[in-house]
């Protein structure tokens, strides 16, 4: 039986309303912001980086021709292992954390931190295990050998 908030909320409104926090975050506190050298670049490219990780991975679920869909993840077909999936089991949760970093270096309060922290809170608890519960039952042992071989994160 599925608890209140697994697989409830999509991944990309958690990051949407994280990124929102952020904003909130640094215009309640403006003067508690860092800045240094270059830091419109660091920012564009975590950004840039998450989203091209986004883009790969969303990529190789369709060439798997596998769901793509995370809140049904009873329907994927295959499990994809290639490519990015090689690296960790998660790439596109990774790659919301880059774009999410890349926000947060952008407003430049550190206090952003707590909200990539609870960001990754949220996703692991309600969204990665119970996909990886629902893909041991689907790939039995297949999906236990890739969980012992390719860490959740990195």
Known sequence: MRKRLELLVPPPLVALTSALIMWGVASVWPNFVLTFPYQVYVAAALFLTGLALDVISIGAFS?????????????????????????????????????????????GSPLNAVVLFGFIAYITAFQIKPEEATLEKLFDADYRAYTQSVRRWL
């Open 63 to 107: 060439k798997a021709k596998t769901t793509v869909t995370p809140l049904a993840p009873e329907k994927a077909s295959s499990l994809v292992v290639e490519g990015l999936y090689r690296f960790t089991r998660n790439p596109m949760y990774l790659g919301l954390l880059l774009i999410l970093s890349g926000i947060a270096t952008w407003f």
